[in-house]
């Protein structure tokens, strides 16, 4: 008796969400750029915020580089110009990182690269304004308990190289492990 109540259940269940043709399972996102401004590691002034987390979408104040491992991406100045720091370019143990998007602009880059050797994870990036990166997040547990990947878009709007500032818009799928850099239909 308890089993064909179950199996009724089990039905009901089915037939709603059929009926609704809806997955339960389906993670919804809409587009939500947003804009940051970071300092470089370098500054001697103390509580800048330097790293940012993609997927909690807050930047983060790294005090050294063994601070903590909160963060995907910092800046810095290196040689003249302004860095993007993938957290293992400072020895931290992270699959962060950035690939440029060559020819895009921040609306036409709709999907992150699926060739992981266009990603740099353990070097130094130019931070150039106008050009648009996809950005790798660390790993994270997901909704459903599995470890992600998230992926993104980033585009500096302006660089104070001498101030040692970036400010950066940039937008993150909400999608475990999903390349795609706008909402699916």
């Known amino acids: 008796m308890k089993m064909r109540n179950l199996g009724l259940v089990v039905l009901g269940a089915t037939g709603v969400l059929v009926a609704c043709d809806d997955n339960p399972f389906l993670i919804r996102w809409v587009e939500d750029p947003d804009t940051v401004r970071l300092y470089a590691l370098s500054l001697p002034e103390p509580n800048l915020v330097s790293g940012f987390d993609f997927h909690l979408r807050r930047a983060v104040r790294i005090e050294a580089p063994t601070t903590g491992d909160n963060w995907d991406i910092a800046v810095d100045r290196r040689e003249g110009m302004l860095v993007w720091l993938p957290a293992a370019a400072l020895g931290i143990p992270s699959e962060a990182a950035l690939a440029v998007l060559e020819g895009e602009t921040f609306g036409s880059a709709i999907e992150a690269p699926e060739d992981t050797a266009r990603y740099v994870s353990d070097a130094p990036v130019p931070i150039v304004p106008g050009q648009i990166y996809a950005i790798r997040t660390r790993r994270h547990r997901g909704t459903f308990g599995t470890i992600c990947n ?17 400010r950066f818009q940039f937008d993150m799928s909400r999608i475990c492990n999903s390349r795609d850099l706008i909402p699916p239909d």
Do not use: H, N
């Open 150 to 166: 998230y992926y993104g878009k980033i585009e500096p709007l302006s660089t104070d190289v001498a101030a040692g500032t970036v």
